[in-house]
């Protein structure tokens, strides 16, 4: 497909088309000759937007090291620098950048496209996701910043990136989470199995490290939580929590403050009403409600 083609479609193609048309996958093909151009690697650029921010040295050994041997199986998306007619900037593939700096390759083969700054985005996001070591935190981070930036739905990240609603649900709920229980996942002291147990959690801080130094398993910190939970005087009702909601209503609310990105409470006050409430900690965050609700403050 050609630049222009591809200029003319825009932002607008969505998620599934946009991944069609670049196969960012490992295990991608390299793009036939003709797309391809060899540019000195002190001409390229890393992407100051690039979402994921560390990359394993030692896994970059190992590349570099392969990279010597084989070289540059899969080029470099790229696109002309926004600043500087005579650099290129990365869209796809700083892992590969950095490793071919590593092993010492004086040029790179690269694809180039003009794309927007939204698009870099987008694009480098979607890689990071189909990346098989990106840790669940990072995960879930990834899906927040589709849909914030993009207006993207469980739904269609589901459906573009071929994962069920409730695996994005369920990841994007870990984000409620105090970062110290976030980093504990990312430095894998803590499962993404874990950490879902400890969403409901009062002190899930306190219980995350309780659940690491003891080498609890996933159902046994599930069962700790749930004690924890009962009222002092007696066992909780069997269907429900000591707060008296049961786990769909406790797994709305987290979805709804994942996607919110606010404390929200449901409360049912009959049979079929109740309240829902949403907090918000200062003017900004109402601004950004009445805008999601499509009013203004």
């Not at 000195?40 to 190992?62: G, H, K, M, V």
């Not at 070591?133 to 739904?155: C, K, P, V, Y």
């Not at 709920?173 to 400890?198: C, F, I, T, W, Y």
Request: charged share 30%; net charge neutral.
């Amino acid at each position: 497909m050609s630049d222009s083609k591809i200029a003319k479609r825009g932002l607008g193609r969505g998620l599934s088309a946009l991944m069609a048309d670049m196969d960012l996958g490992p295990e991608a093909k390299a793009t036939a000759g003709r797309d391809r151009t060899l540019v000195p690697i002190e001409q390229i650029t890393a992407n100051p937007d690039q979402p994921r921010r560390s990359f394993d040295p030692e896994a970059l050994q190992e590349l570099a090291a392969s990279l010597k041997q084989r070289g540059i199986l899969q080029p470099l998306i790229v696109r002309p620098h926004p600043q500087d007619p005579n650099l290129f900037q990365i869209v796809a593939g700083e892992r590969r950048w950095r490793a071919a700096q590593m092993a010492q390759l004086h040029e790179v083969p690269v694809i180039i496209r003009e794309m927007s700054d939204t698009e870099v985005l987008e694009v480098a996001i979607i890689e990071n996701i189909q990346r098989a070591d990106l840790n669940a935190i990072e995960e879930a981070a990834s899906f927040r910043q589709l849909m914030d930036r993009f207006g993207h739905t469980q739904e269609r990240l589901a459906e573009a990136l071929n994962k069920s609603r409730s695996h994005i649900a369920n990841l994007l709920r870990l984000l409620n989470l105090p970062d110290s229980v976030q980093e504990m996942v990312k430095d894998g002291k803590l499962s993404a199995g874990h950490a879902r147990a400890l969403i409901t959690a009062e002190d899930a801080a306190q219980l995350a490290r309780r659940v690491a130094e003891k080498g609890l398993s996933v159902r046994e910190t599930e069962e700790m939580v749930r004690k924890l939970a009962q009222p002092r005087a007696g066992k909780a009702p069997r269907h429900g929590r000591a707060d008296g909601k049961d786990a769909d209503t406790k797994a709305l609310e987290a979805d709804l403050a994942a996607q919110l990105k606010m404390r929200v409470q449901i409360t049912h006050t009959g049979a079929e009403g109740g309240e829902l409430t949403i907090a918000y900690r200062d003017l900004d965050e109402l601004d950004r409600l009445c805008q999601i609700l499509g009013t203004k403050p």
